[in-house]
């Protein structure tokens, strides 16, 4: 299995910054996987945020989050982030960190094996 623990998150307001951070761990080996971050606001689905290739040259964005967000990771730590600029009540969610072997079940399916349980991040106006 792996595990994926997401902090970072918390109360910002309008306008502000927040990042975010995943740290993937477990017996469970995927080589050179890709990561990403989903969201999921109350009452409504989840959704892809943003997600990179294992060795953090390819990179792809929602809309709604370009030139606000930028996820980065760090191989030698296990670990990914979300940079999040610009904050707006839109962006109010639990967000999730995830895994998995090939980029474009995150990107394309919005697919993957393993979640982490998510943090909260509420922007207020």
């Known amino acids: 299995q792996v595990q994926l623990v997401e902090s970072g998150g918390g109360l910002v307001q309008v306008g502000g910054s927040l990042r975010l951070s995943c740290t993937a761990s477990?017996?469970?080996?995927?080589?050179?996987?890709?990561m990403g971050w989903f969201r999921q606001a109350p009452g409504q689905e989840r959704e892809f945020v943003a997600a990179?290739?294992?060795?953090?040259?390819?990179?792809y964005y929602a809309d709604s989050v370009k030139g606000r967000f930028t996820i980065s990771r760090d191989n030698e730590k296990n670990m990914i982030y979300l940079q999040m600029n610009s904050l707006s009540p839109e962006d109010t969610a639990l967000y999730y960190c995830?895994?998995?072997?090939?980029?474009?079940?995150?990107?394309?399916?919005?697919?993957?094996?393993?979640w982490g349980q998510g943090t909260q991040v509420t922007v207020s106006s």
């Open positions: 477990g017996r469970t080996f995927i080589s050179r996987p890709a």
């Open positions: 995830t895994i998995d072997k090939l980029l474009r079940r995150l990107v394309v399916s919005h697919e993957s094996d393993y």
């Open positions: 990179i290739n294992w060795n953090g040259v390819t990179k």
